[in-house]
């Protein structure tokens, strides 16, 4: 089959369209043919060569895909030949043909177009597990996502209003303010020419927020203590600001009671990630037929074009996803 192939680890230059061994379905897998996928941060990361894809997984880039099931494994009794399917991917995304797990498949909804499908399962997914079940908003209460109009940030915008929180707040560039107001943030602000705590503290009369998402870390980090409240919440889900602290008071922990959580998904156990998808299922599927919620896709373009989807990526132009579309001569 085709395939999206590194050169060698560095930039977008080192991708190239190459060939590769079509994967085999094991018993409780099916193998679909790629229609389409999309990039992540990961991808890029993978890419530099920081991180490697779990052991077992395939080296080809690509956590989520869409397509239609063209083999099923002989335990297999959730699909047939010629079902519509998306889902989540340890790798492989990018290429012609991927194998997923029956329980990791999902139906492709009859509202949503392929391209669309394939914009869904990684940030939804991951912004499920950081809202729902790490950060455990409850209606009521108030959220700060960073980054609101990344990948993530726009389907946790989505997720915490369907979640009835009280005050969703973003930080985002000010070109990208409109397109987070308009899936349900109440406030946007500035990360480039304000500075967050303020504000915060502006909005909620110096009470601040019950539960943030966050991909900054370090140079976030104490803002982000200072502006929770008591048993409030932080979810770290990346380190792009970087890793190290000079310094920083604990008592701010202890005196908030705050709770730190970590997490990435593409490491985690396959009964993990089945279990989640079930979850993310019972909650968003229905809402994804009716439109309440939706994928955010910044532009669709073919995987030929895949380097300057990734600089295009690198450089934050994104607002939302940017999907691979999977062409075939």
């Known amino acids: 089959m085709k395939a999206i192939l590194i050169k060698s680890p560095g930039n977008a230059n080192q ?34 060569g920081k991180y490697p894809p779990p052991e077992g997984a395939s080296p080809i880039l690509g956590l989520e895909m869409s397509g239609e099931v063209v083999e099923v494994g002989e335990e297999v009794e959730k699909w047939n030949v010629g079902d519509k399917v998306f889902g989540l991917l340890p790798g ?58 990344s990948g993530v940030g726009t389907a946790a915008i989505q997720l915490a209003r369907e979640m009835q929180a009280s005050d969703i707040i973003v930080t985002a560039s000010q070109a990208k303010h409109n397109t987070c107001r308009g899936l ?5 602000i500035d990360y480039k020419n304000q500075d967050f705590r303020d504000e915060i503290k502006k909005i909620t009369d110096g009470e601040g927020v019950d539960v943030i998402i966050d991909f900054v870390a370090a140079p ?30 604990l008592g701010n922990l202890l005196r908030k009671r705050i709770q730190i959580l970590a997490s990435t998904l593409r490491s985690r156990s396959r009964d993990y990630q089945i279990q989640l998808t079930k979850a993310f299922s019972e909650f968003a599927m229905a809402r994804l037929q009716d439109g309440r919620l939706q994928p955010v896709i910044d532009q669709i373009v073919d995987w030929q074009e895949v380097k300057a989807a990734h600089q295009r990526m690198e450089s934050n132009q994104n607002t939302g996803k940017i999907v691979l579309k999977i062409s075939r001569s």
Do not use: C
């Not at 897998?29 to 389409?36: D, G, Q, S, T, Y």
């Not at 509202?111 to 499920?128: D, K, Q, R």
């Not at 349900?184 to 946007?188: E, F, N």
């Open 15 to 48: 991708l190239y369209l190459g060939e590769y061994e079509t994967p085999k379905p094991t018993p409780n897998e099916v193998l679909a043919k790629v229609r389409a996928t999309a990039l992540n941060r990961a991808d890029i990361l993978q890419r530099e």
């Open 92 to 149: 492989d995304g990018y290429a012609e043909y991927a194998v997923i797990h029956q329980d990791m498949a999902m139906a492709v909804p009859d509202n949503l177009s392929m391209e669309e499908a394939a914009a869904i399962p990684e940030v939804f997914m991951t912004a499920f597990q950081a809202v729902h079940w790490l950060g455990k908003l409850q209606p009521g209460e108030r959220i700060l996502i960073h980054a609101g109009a």
């Open 184 to 188: 349900g943030a109440h406030y946007t």
């Open 220 to 249: 976030y980090f104490e803002r982000n203590i200072s502006v929770l409240r008591t048993d409030g919440r932080l979810i770290m889900l990346a380190l792009l600001g970087g890793t190290h602290l000079e310094q920083f008071n």
